[in-house]
């Protein structure tokens, strides 16, 4: 079973995948598809004011291709990556745990104390792919304020299930959510 949807003017069809008997996300996956994520990273941009943020942060692993492509457009010459483990060349790293619905386990992010140093005080935009609990969003805001920046903004491309409320996020469009036999969830 798919999803067709048009995301940034693009069409995509996206697998549906089990996340318990009776609800189904569907997959939104940019790894691989560069257009895709050039076309996202560019129309994300439109909608968020460039004086309104210093840095940019996403977690690992799926923000990565577009917060790399969002830095490239908008000229930026950094941004931060929370790791889902602490690394060898991460000096006295902080961490805050999560566990978000694609996660079947608890999760911790770690961010360097290099990062956290060239953060504290800065504004902060966090960007994520899709978001439906939040929970992945509300442990970067945790792990920023952490270091000692200020969260000014939240964005990601698509936003499903109780996140379609929030009006916090920018977001290009909703995704929705399916029961069991492909039909979106009312």
């Known amino acids: 079973m798919t999803y067709k949807m048009n995301i940034a003017g693009l069409e995509r069809d996206l697998p549906l995948c089990p996340v318990t008997d009776d609800l189904y996300i569907a997959a939104f996956v940019l790894f691989g598809d560069a257009e895709l994520t050039t076309a996202c990273a560019s129309e994300l ?5 460039p004086d309104s943020y210093d840095y940019m942060i996403t977690a690992e692993a799926k923000g ?3 917060i790399h492509e969002m830095a490239r457009l908008s000229g930026a010459d950094h941004y931060f990556l929370a790791r889902k483990g602490s690394k060898v060349y991460m000096q006295d790293p902080i961490h805050v745990s999560v566990r978000s619905i694609t996660t079947l386990r608890q999760q911790d992010l770690f961010l360097g104390a290099d990062d956290c140093a060239k953060m ?3 504004r902060i935009l966090i ?3 899709v978001i439906s609990t939040g929970e992945s969003l509300h442990a970067l805001e945790k792990l920023v304020q952490a ?3 200020i969260v000014s903004g939240k964005a990601a491309i698509l936003a499903e299930g109780d996140a379609l409320n929030r009006k916090d996020i920018t977001v290009l469009g909703p995704l929705p959510v399916f029961n069991a ?3 979106i969830k009312g």
């Open 45 to 49: 941009l439109k909608r968020i004011p």
């Open 64 to 66: 990565i291709p577009l």
């Open 120 to 122: 504290k005080g800065k």
């Open 127 to 129: 960007v994520d792919d």
């Open 147 to 149: 270091a000692g920046g």
């Open 181 to 183: 036999d492909g039909t």
